[in-house]
């Protein structure tokens, strides 16, 4: 058993596609067309760390209630946690690609970490190897 997909509100998919691919080195695992529950075109966008099997699904915001959690899906708290084998390496990519950082990397028990956000907004921890 595992967690296949956990959704993302974006606001547009094609700048998200961009963000994840691009600046985080995501796979771009499917871009297709879909509908909504009642019938509206929509695409099913599916990106994800390379050899993950978890993906995001990145689903575009559909009206009002879900436009105003683009960015604040999890209120402000750093809500999802992107480990690297190489961080020196992931952190010079991200920011030479834009990244938005909060803060310098530090070291932790569980590892060298620090806080970014994705296109939309939301914080995210970028952590390296642990020290164990």
Known sequence: MHI????LVVDDYDEAIGFFVD?????LVEDSPAETNDGRPKRWVVVRPPGAQTGLLLALADG????????????????FF???DDFAAAYT??????VTFHGE??????GTVVVFE?????????????EK
């Open 4 to 7: 296949e997909l956990a959704a």
């Open 23 to 27: 600046a985080l080195g995501f796979d």
């Open 64 to 79: 009002d209630d879900q436009r105003k959690v683009v960015g604040n899906q999890l209120a402000g708290r750093v809500g």
């Open 82 to 84: 992107l480990r690297v």
């Open 93 to 98: 990519r991200m920011r030479e690609a834009g």
């Open 105 to 110: 990397p530090r070291h932790e028990v569980y």
């Open 118 to 130: 994705d296109v939309a907004g939301n914080k995210w921890d970028l952590l390296g190897p642990s």
